[in-house]
Each structure stands twice: as C-alpha cells, then as structure tokens.
C-alpha cells in the first residue's frame, strides 16, 4: 500500500461523503483534534515513562481513542442524520477523573504558570492546543450543525489537562509555579 495517494495536490481533501478544500473549517476542526492527539499521545508516553502516573497514561490513552471519535463526528460533509461515535457520557467521565486529579492536588489559591514537571508542562500544552480545537469547533458550528457531545467534550477537556497536570506535579513531588502577580482568585475549600 502506497501512503501517497496524489488526489489531495490541488489543495482538496476527502471527507465523509464528499471532497473539500484542506482549509475548510470541518478539516481546520478536526484537523486541531489530531494536533492535540498527538500531543496527547507524548503525554501518555512520558507518564508512563515515569512509572508513578499509570493510571494517568491509561487516561489519555481512553482520551486519544475519543479524540479520535471526535474526528471522526466532525467529517462529515452533511452531518444530518449520521451515527456518531463519541458518547455523551463521555464528558461525564472526564468530569469524574477531574475531581480525582483536584482532591489529589494541593489548593490552589492563584493563577499557575505552566510548567513544573516535565509531564505537567506537556499537559498544559495539550490543554492551550485543546482550546484551540473547541475555538475550531466552534467556528465550524456557526457554519453547520456539530454533534453537541463533541463540543462539550472538548470544552471539558482542557479543563481536564489543568486538573491532570496538577495532579500529576503533586504525584511527583514537583511544586506549581504560582504566577507572583497574581491575587487570590480561587476560593479556598470547605472542610
């Protein structure tokens, strides 16, 4: 099988059910899904890499696998009527996860900057990549009808990454660099 297939040199591409141009915004959409999938996929490397964050690589492995599904949801040339594949609870998954990775996390009081361990700073990377892709999906919403599981999804999970690269600086014993100007933005827990 040849990798090269020649048909996208005019500066088309495929989709599901026909052919557009590769700076359509459902190919822009997806397009920032598979960026931050691969983004992913060296995160879940690197946390497995550093033997105390297994469960945390099993993670991002289940997110690419979704990721993936997005994709797949957003390549349709006329998604009426099609059958996705991303789940709605799948939201509710990573909202579960996320309260794992806060209760294993020191309070945060103000804003962090990205960084600390070298997981962490790569999961702040996929959470800046990740909201880009919800901007692309959103974009792409304002021209055409998005299955809704997709963009809430997406919208949960940079907020995910925060959670996990917090989480995963507490797990290997690597402060948070707090941002030095800022307030108290983040109330404290309640016992």
């Not at 999938?37 to 297994?54: E, H, K, M, R």
């Not at 994709?71 to 794992?100: H, I, N, T, V, Y």
């Amino acid at each position: 099988m040849k990798l090269y297939t020649r048909t996208g040199d005019g500066g088309e591409t495929s989709v599901k059910g026909g052919r557009v141009r590769k700076d359509d915004s459902r190919v822009e959409a997806y397009g920032t899904i598979d960026e931050l999938n691969s983004f992913v996929g060296q995160a879940a490397a690197l946390a497995a890499a550093a033997g105390q964050l297994d469960e945390l690589a099993a993670q991002l492995l289940e997110i690419q696998q979704e990721l993936f599904d997005c994709g797949s949801d957003l390549a349709f040339q006329d998604p009426e009527g099609r059958d996705f594949k991303l789940a709605a609870e799948s939201a509710a998954r990573l909202e579960a996860w996320m309260d794992e990775h806060v209760a294993a996390s020191p309070e945060i009081t103000r804003f962090i900057l990205p960084g600390g361990s070298e997981v962490s700073a790569l999961l702040h990377v996929c959470r800046t990549v990740c909201r880009r892709a919800e901007r692309r999906v959103v974009t792409l919403s304002g021209e055409m009808k998005v299955h809704q599981p997709v963009m809430i999804y997406i919208n949960r999970l940079s907020d995910y990454f925060f959670a996990a690269a917090r989480a995963a600086n507490a797990k290997l014993g690597v402060p948070d660099t707090e941002y030095v100007r800022s307030a108290q933005v983040f109330r404290t827990r309640k016992s």
